[in-house]
């Protein structure tokens, strides 16, 4: 923990939660680790802490006043946003969180988390009906689908005397979390992977088609994790109403034929391909070209297989497939594991309503080529997308490649 934190930029930001005085131990631990720790205060945590405190265990200036230059950083507020090598907020109160998942940049912390590009931990602290209000549900979800990564709160005493679920965790939790981010921070750089998004699409006649429920959430979330963990990222899109990710090639497919040429193109230079995309598995025999009138009571289509994208990438990059299942989810997975020669298979209950299609969460099973089952929590499509980087990161060393 001590190296990967040793000359690191950490941004500490703290806000006016009774919690505040435990970020002094965070600010210690952290110096204590070698990293340079800039604390950025909001005016209400200075009530609850002095900035002197900060500033002498740190042995740097703290940043309280957007307006006041008494750091190096202050001259420009993005100065800091910049030289983040990771953003820590500890403890994050309810109007943060709120101001984070909004946009709202009025101070000096919440600009520096708008402009910088560096990885964001997010330790809440606040009382039980605050953390259990929507709202606030709602905007910590959205901060994990933005790539945010909430550590806490945890259950046990609160400053109101009551005991509940709302605490700050320990420091030892919120330092190992930094390690972690920061050792995920660049581990795919240098790699090449292509994602595959959406479902396809297969043409009827020039107005309808044939598709599934696809969102592209999964795929997308995928590709903008691996380009913040430093990978050179082709994304393959089958039609979504989803924007489009910065920093990522992306080409546009609609039918499974031209997504399947797509792939062909991109794998050729990867080390990893990640199929998530929802793949149409049969197609009209043809499609009309013009549109379909209505003139007798029924219409029999015609359907032939669409090709198996996955089964026919050839070359020795890694392969990840999903596997959607509705019943014997892992034995399904299993089967297809094998069957596409895979090193890896995602696989997912659709029937469950917080892992069906067009969620922001997923509920998944991974599965890898030595048959290890592993189960994961209900996470955001995000969480899950670290995860199975988790996992792709490992693969590729040992592959070796
Ligand atoms: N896949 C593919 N080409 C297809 C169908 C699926 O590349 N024509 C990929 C999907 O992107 C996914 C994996 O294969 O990564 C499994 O897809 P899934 O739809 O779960 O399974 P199928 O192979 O289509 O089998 P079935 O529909 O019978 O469950």
Avoid at 77 to 82: F, I, S
Wanted: glycine share 6%; charged share 25%; aromatic share 2%.
């Amino acid at each position: 923990m001590t190296t990967i934190l040793a000359n690191k930029t950490v941004i500490l930001g703290i806000t006016g939660s009774v919690a505040a005085y435990k970020a002094a131990d965070i600010a210690s631990k952290l110096t204590q680790a070698g990293a340079k720790v800039e604390v950025v205060m909001t005016e209400a945590a200075t009530k609850f802490i002095a900035p002197l405190t900060l500033r002498s265990i740190t042995g740097r200036p703290v940043v309280t006043d957007m307006f006041e230059l008494a750091s190096e950083f202050s001259i420009e507020h993005v100065a800091l946003a910049e030289a983040a090598d990771i953003v820590v907020i500890a403890p994050a109160t309810a109007c943060v969180i709120a101001k984070l998942a909004s946009g709202i940049s009025d101070d000096e912390l919440t600009c520096t988390v708008l402009a910088t590009e560096a990885p964001v931990i997010v330790a809440p602290a606040m009382h039980t009906s605050m953390l259990q209000n929507p709202i606030t549900q709602q905007n910590l979800t959205k901060l994990k689908a933005r790539g945010f990564t909430i550590v806490g709160p945890e259950y046990g005493w609160l400053a109101s005397g009551e005991v509940g679920l709302g605490r700050l965790s320990e420091t030892d939790k919120i330092i190992d979390t930094i390690g972690q981010v920061l050792s995920r921070r660049k581990d795919l750089a240098g790699r090449r992977i292509v994602v595959t998004a959406g479902g396809t699409q297969e043409p009827i006649d020039p107005a309808r088609h044939i598709g599934n429920r696809s969102s592209g959430k999964m795929g997308y979330a995928l590709a903008e994790a691996a380009r913040d963990r430093g990978a050179e990222v082709k994304l393959i899109a089958a039609p979504t109403l989803l924007p489009e990710p910065a920093s990522v090639e992306i080409a546009h497919v609609r039918t499974t034929a031209e997504m399947k040429k797509a792939v062909a193109r991109a794998v050729a230079k990867a080390d990893a391909l990640i199929m998530a995309a929802a793949v149409t598995d049969y197609q009209p025999k043809s499609a009309a070209k013009t549109k379909l009138k209505k003139k007798s009571p029924a219409l029999t289509l015609e359907l032939v297989r669409t090709p198996d994208i996955l089964s026919e990438v050839k070359g020795n990059l890694l392969k990840v497939g999903f596997a959607a299942e509705s019943e014997n989810i892992v034995a399904n997975a299993k089967q297809k594991l094998k069957g596409k020669k895979l090193d890896l298979i995602v696989a997912n209950d659709i029937t469950d309503a917080s892992s069906g299609f067009g969620t922001d969460t997923n509920k998944v099973t991974l599965i890898d080529k030595q048959g290890k089952v592993e189960d994961l929590p209900l996470l955001t499509k995000r969480e899950v997308a670290e995860r199975i980087l988790d996992k792709v990161v490992g693969l590729l060393s040992e592959k070796g490649n």
